[in-house]
């Protein structure tokens, strides 16, 4: 490839949380400068998430070294830092990288959907700050593209796989309308905290409730929600649609008798999800007419089945994305023959036109219509003509021969323009 694609990075595969946060880069825009000023990056793009820092550059060279150095100094790392954590890949293999990206192979949670928008903002950005161009554009679009249909037609995101998102997701299959509803999560611990996620990615409103309503407020902060006072809530079940229960309480917090005062002062169902372990539902719940009861244990049975249907459509995004790489790495090298293949085919027709109109000129032609079949007519001569050259200079771009692009410019005189 004569414009090679670089990709450097430091992910949780690789690295503890505590380390990759060393790498975290602050200001992205420095960053973009620095690295197409220090790096021989031309073109370059930053995906920064919690749980991996990637650079993928375009470059005629493919010093990784001076990556690491240009990483280093925006971080005020020891070049020493990267030899453990980053890890580097280059032309198919940085393409076959993005890909797996984007089909949410490499993910922490195996085919989680977050990673596709962080990556969509991730190309937004680099274009907004000027330092993506025709090939990281190109690139990014055509992988957000392949990821999206390889997501769609294997199913490797299909289900939850968290107990917060698979509650969730039990709650809008069970309850219609659920963004019009009132939601109440009560705890403010790690399971608590996966139901916020889940609640917040898709836009829900929700209140949250714990011992004490400082616990709630801090929780509010990070995960969204609106905190409520514990007392409150007690006594008014009845104002709720969804609860969503994950407390470490050693007693029934949600009790028969409370639910079933409730449900006197609510014209339409409700919806338990007990997540607590031990359980903190009154089991009898279940029994009260328009209460819906589920429990951890039957929750963490679906998360399982997911996952291992998940692990079981591995094998099979891999073959697609061996397949699809493969006319990716074609479509990349293809775009080194286009700039000349565009400037020849300008040129051809500039002259097309000038002699055309010398030939009306001199033939004192009025009438438009037979000047529109003349028209047509040098069109068509013109693309019978150089349409094969061309394709061949593509096909040789896309076989990598620069050799026969370079030549190719030389017997046309063009004269690159671009960086």
């Not at 529109?372 to 068509?380: D, G, R, S, Y």
Request: glycine fraction near 6%; hydrophobic fraction near 40%.
């Amino acid at each position: 490839m004569n414009q090679n694609i670089i990709n450097a990075r430091v992910t949780f595969r690789n690295s503890p949380i505590h380390i990759l946060e060393q790498f975290i880069i602050k200001d992205i825009k420095n960053a973009y400068e620095q690295f197409r000023n220090n790096s021989e990056l031309e073109e370059c793009v930053i995906i920064q998430t919690c749980n991996r820092i990637e650079l993928f550059g375009r470059s005629k060279t493919c010093d990784t070294d001076k990556i690491k150095e240009t990483w280093a100094e925006i971080t005020g790392l020891e070049e020493a830092a990267f030899d453990e954590n980053i890890v580097c890949a280059e032309n198919q293999e940085a393409l076959y990288h993005l890909l797996k990206l984007t089909s949410g192979l490499d993910s922490m949670v195996l085919g989680e959907e977050q990673i596709l928008g962080q990556i969509k903002n991730s190309i937004t950005s680099a274009r907004e700050a000027k330092a993506s161009g025709r090939h990281l554009n190109t690139l990014f679009d055509k992988a957000i593209r392949i990821g999206t249909r390889i997501r769609n037609s294997s199913g490797i995101g299909a289900g939850g796989i968290s107990v917060g998102s698979m509650a969730v997701k039990l709650a809008e299959e069970n309850i219609d309308e659920l963004k019009t509803k009132k939601i109440l999560l009560i705890g403010t611990g790690e399971v608590s905290t996966l139901v916020a996620k889940s609640l917040q990615r898709r836009r829900y409103t929700f209140d949250v409730t714990s011992r004490t309503i400082g616990r709630s407020e801090t929780f509010c902060e990070t995960m969204g929600g609106s905190p409520i006072r514990f007392e409150e809530v007690l006594g008014g079940f009845d104002n709720y649609d969804a609860i969503f229960v994950a407390t470490t309480a050693p007693y029934f917090l949600v009790t028969n008798e409370r639910i079933t005062e409730a449900m006197k002062n609510k014209s339409q169902g409700m919806m338990i999800l007990d997540l607590s372990n031990p359980r903190t539902v009154d089991e009898h719940v279940a029994t009260i007419r328009g209460v819906k009861l589920m429990n951890l244990d039957q929750i963490a049975e679906m998360v399982e089945k997911n996952v291992n249907a998940r692990l079981n459509k591995v094998k099979t995004v891999e073959n697609i994305i061996n397949e699809e790489v493969s006319v990716l790495e074609a479509s990349m090298k293809r775009l080194d023959a286009e700039p000349l293949v565009k400037d020849v085919f300008k040129n051809i027709d500039d002259l097309r036109e000038k002699q055309l109109q010398k030939a009306l000129q001199m033939l004192g032609e009025q009438d438009e219509k037979t000047i529109k079949i003349i028209e047509e007519l040098t069109k068509a001569v013109v693309e019978s003509i150089i349409s094969t050259p061309m394709n061949n200079i593509r096909k040789a771009s896309e076989q990598g021969r620069p050799d026969v692009v370079e030549l190719a410019g030389k017997l046309f005189d063009y004269k690159k323009h671009e960086k």
